[in-house]
């Protein structure tokens, strides 16, 4: 059987989704692969379907169907074994579409601080090319006619222009080179930007997953720690797994590693006398991933006047090095 390719986060959200409705209307999971696959218009979602429904009407169970078509990350499949194991799968496929759907929003909001500081630059170096190869010659050649010397900085502009013109084809390729740079450097920086409420986000979101399907919580940060997704992650969750093997409870082993917030840790110790941990982390994982897409906006809103301003000073400072010395004249006449 030819393994499906694995799918989006936003596909994989709306996949569990579905499954989590049908499933709950009692249906198996071979009829469920079936009537998702009727209405369902993507090529890989097909594919992954009708992998899973072949699978399923062998008799094997939803979790190994869905690990056999290949298009589900291991780590889903290994959480469908424990809440189907533990009678849980419909919390367990509603738990895996939020953690998705989250990660998926997560993913859009870097994207989004990469790219659109990135293209206000293209954008603005378009502009300053287009203004030094083009428009700044002809104002050097009216100067000349009307027998004006320019400044020292119009002819560095000027030549500046002629060099780009002269060498089009090498500049054009250590531009994108730079670009790929640029993204590169602004990705890993955006990864950095805020990690704390990354961090809080990915954990809460990992821990109601793994609550939701059945987990115990030493197993819950087992899977939060490969789910974690960065070094402070995986740092912070060996400490709370390290406080649990002392005998602290949840919630104060989270509190003594700094990976929530007081106020989040306060409301886990309460939902932990409550029964209510996985409930708590999805509000917990929610706020934090807001928390996070608002530090993301935050600095793009201060890196596009930022871009705006140097954009507008070199612009006034290549029309004023050519204009001022032709109004001089034009002034004289």
């Known amino acids: 059987m030819k393994k499906a390719r694995r799918l989006s986060d936003a596909q994989l959200s709306v996949l569990f989704g579905e499954y989590a409705v049908l499933v709950a ?3 198996d999971a071979g009829e469920c692969a079936g009537i998702i696959s009727m209405e369902e218009p993507g090529r890989d979602v097909k594919a992954a379907l009708e992998s899973i429904g072949e699978t ?5 169970p939803l979790w190994e169907a869905f690990e056999k078509c290949g298009a589900i990350p291991r780590y889903a499949c290994d959480s469908l074994r424990v809440g189907e194991t533990t009678g849980r799968l419909e919390e367990t496929l509603s738990a895996l579409s939020g953690w998705y ?3 998926d929003r997560t993913v859009r909001a870097i994207r989004a601080a990469v790219s659109y500081p990135l293209l206000l630059t293209v954008l603005m170096l378009a502009v300053l090319v ?3 190869t083009r428009v700044l010659p002809v104002f050097a050649d009216m100067a000349a006619q009307l027998g004006v010397s320019l400044s020292p900085a119009a002819r560095l502009f000027l030549d500046a222009g002629r060099f780009i ?7 054009a390729a250590a531009v994108v080179a730079a670009a790929a740079v640029i993204i590169a450097v602004i990705a890993a920086a955006t ?3 805020a990690s704390d409420k990354l961090v809080a986000a990915r954990f809460s979101s990992a821990m109601a997953l793994a609550s939701a399907s059945g987990l115990q919580s030493d197993e819950a940060l087992e899977l939060a720690s490969r789910l974690a997704g960065s070094g402070a992650g995986e740092r912070k969750t060996a400490e709370v797994k390290a406080k649990l093997a002392e005998g602290a409870s949840l919630s104060e082993a989270v509190a003594s590693s700094d990976l929530l917030p007081p106020a989040d840790a306060h409301l886990l110790s309460i939902a932990e006398r409550a029964g209510k941990i996985d409930a708590v982390f999805a509000q917990i994982a929610e706020r934090s991933e807001r928390a996070y897409a608002d530090s993301i906006d935050d600095a793009v809103a201060r890196i596009e006047p930022t871009l705006v301003i140097i954009m507008c000073v070199l612009v006034g400072a290549i029309m004023f090095s050519v204009m001022l010395p032709l109004l001089g004249v034009l002034t004289a006449m």
């Open 25 to 27: 209307s009692g249906l």
């Open 56 to 60: 399923c009407a062998s008799g094997a």
């Open 101 to 103: 759907s989250r990660r």
């Open 130 to 132: 287009v203004l030094v």
């Open 165 to 171: 013109s002269d060498n089009a084809l090498p500049l």
């Open 191 to 193: 990864k950095r930007f």
